[in-house]
């Protein structure tokens, strides 16, 4: 951590380790060195017919511009202008042609252009591009350097303008890479959020499936109950068949809870989990429970319903346990389901009769939670009372919606 702090503190754009800032302290104190045992073990290179003699002042002054430059480069990744700057300066004032000087010179000025290319951005850059002008000018029209073609001055230009643009095109690739890397991270905290919301979706479905499953069965649980109690007394058969109901009532409610409540502990698939709840196939289950529990119901069903999406399926059934549970709440006297399927949308109905239905309004919470529901696979949920005395709920829930949602 402490040294990805410190690679990110020095230098433009987070590079210049403190290794690499040592190295480029070891390559400028050795060009430095190589500057002053080129003039020690070799000696000024002597001056033929047509070169322009050199004094002994500006041959110093060009050797301790050389050592200055090179020595300079330790910071050539913090300051690139800075190094830039004096390698057009001592470029100027060396002597020499451009590839017959010191070759510590002819090194340190092109890894000082090299550097102008890969340790700059913006304004900078653009500064940096003129100083590689200036120094490719420096180095062409210095004293000593003969131009009599056009190859003779491409030559000079590799000095200069080459290692400029290999390190402009390190820095776009470098920078290439680091927006790479940004939006790999941004990939993946896009993932994360969506994985959060889906657990998220994933537990409002099962809260709204524990809540139908536990409305249901301590619906019908209370009713029997108060059956049995009543008839305990005088009807000894009819209170155990209540009791039975109560048994058969809380091993299912028991069942289906253990079924959602294990998704939040293991990572089971949605189609299977999907594929173990109620469905319209368990209709008569359903039904025979209610009978039992004292409200007739009349069951009609138009259509195919073996081939329906897992989802649309499962809600389908929902809405009718809802719609019975709430007619044996409030007394009813008998109830008529009727479903018609085809290849277009699933139409559920459920009317059931008592006078106690009369004046409700159908926008009880389980009817709130099941309207959420059926908005879900853009279908439409209707629940009223009607004259009569009747209590109808209706659905309608398109099935092309559903395949995709599912």
């Known amino acids: 951590m402490a040294a990805g702090l410190r690679r990110r503190s020095l230098g433009p754009m987070g590079i210049a380790a403190w290794p690499g800032w040592r190295l480029d302290v070891g390559i400028g104190v050795g060009l430095a060195a190589l500057a002053v045992a080129e003039v020690l073990l070799i000696g000024p290179s002597p001056a033929d017919d047509q070169a322009v003699p050199v004094e002994p002042a500006r041959e110093a002054l060009a050797i301790g511009a050389t050592v200055i430059l090179a020595l300079s480069l330790a910071v050539r990744r913090r300051l690139p202008i800075l190094v830039l700057v004096i390698a057009i300066i001592a470029s100027a004032i060396a002597t020499g042609d451009a590839f017959d000087g010191p070759a510590a010179l002819i090194a340190a000025i092109a890894l000082a252009s090299f550097s102008a290319g890969s340790e700059t951005t913006g304004r900078q850059a653009a500064a940096a591009a003129a100083g590689v002008g200036l120094l490719l000018a420096a180095t062409a029209l210095r004293p000593a350097t003969t131009i009599e073609e056009p190859a003779d001055l491409a030559a000079i230009s590799l000095l200069a303008v080459a290692p400029w643009l290999a390190g402009v095109a390190l820095r776009q690739r470098r920078e290439h890479a680091a927006l790479l890397a940004v939006r790999a991270d941004e990939l993946e905290r896009d993932q994360e959020t969506r994985a959060a919301v889906a657990v998220a979706d994933e537990r409002l479905k099962i809260a709204r499936e524990l809540h139908d499953v536990v409305a249901h069965a301590v619906t019908v649980i209370v009713l029997q109950a108060r059956a ?5 007394e005088h ?16 091993t299912t409610a028991m069942s289906e809870m253990r079924r959602l409540t294990g998704v939040l502990r293991d990572p089971i698939d949605l189609a299977t989990n999907l594929a173990r709840a109620p469905s319209l196939a368990d209709l008569a289950a359903l039904t025979a429970v209610i009978r039992a529990a004292g409200l007739p119901v009349e069951v009609r069903v138009d259509g195919e319903t073996a081939e329906l999406p897992h ?23 008998r109830a008529t389901v009727v479903v018609r399927c085809d290849d277009a949308a699933i139409d559920l109905e459920v009317t059931d009769v008592g006078p106690a239905r009369a004046t409700e309004d159908g926008e009880g919470r389980g009817l709130v939670g099941l309207r959420e529901r059926v908005e879900v696979f853009g279908g439409r949920l209707e629940a009223g009372a009607r ?5 109808v709920v209706r659905a309608w829930l398109p099935r092309d919606t559903a395949e995709n949602t599912s």
Do not use: W
């Not at 049995?228 to 305990?232: I, M």
């Not at 155990?240 to 809380?250: K, N, P, Y």
């Open 228 to 232: 049995a109690r009543r008839t305990l």
């Open 387 to 391: 004259p009569g005395g009747r209590f």
């Open 235 to 250: 009807d000894r058969r009819g209170a155990l068949e209540a009791i039975d109901a109560i048994e058969a009532s809380g």
């Open 311 to 333: 989802g649309l399926d499962l809600t389908a059934y929902r809405i009718v346990q809802e719609a019975l549970t709430n007619a044996l709440a409030h007394g009813g006297a």
